[in-house]
């Protein structure tokens, strides 16, 4: 990434890509992981209202944040 505030995001298909899912550990959906330095620091499983799913971003970053990946 170029600058230290970038997020990047993908998706994957795991009907059309079952050797990616396999390798990143999803075997339910929706899963959300936050990665650094190609390391997952955080993950999410399951389906949620849009507030509630605000809320669960936020813990993932603050875990991220207390894992050191963020200053």
């Known amino acids: 990434m170029e600058g230290e505030d970038e997020i990047e995001v993908g998706e994957v298909d795991c009907g059309a890509s079952k050797s990616v899912c396999s390798k990143a550990d999803i075997h339910s959906y929706p899963t ?40």
């Open 32 to 71: 959300f992981k936050l990665f650094f330095d190609g390391e997952e620091v955080a993950k999410y499983q399951g389906f949620t209202a849009s507030i509630t799913f605000l809320f669960i971003l936020g813990n993932l970053f603050s875990k991220a944040r207390d894992f050191g990946t963020f200053r």
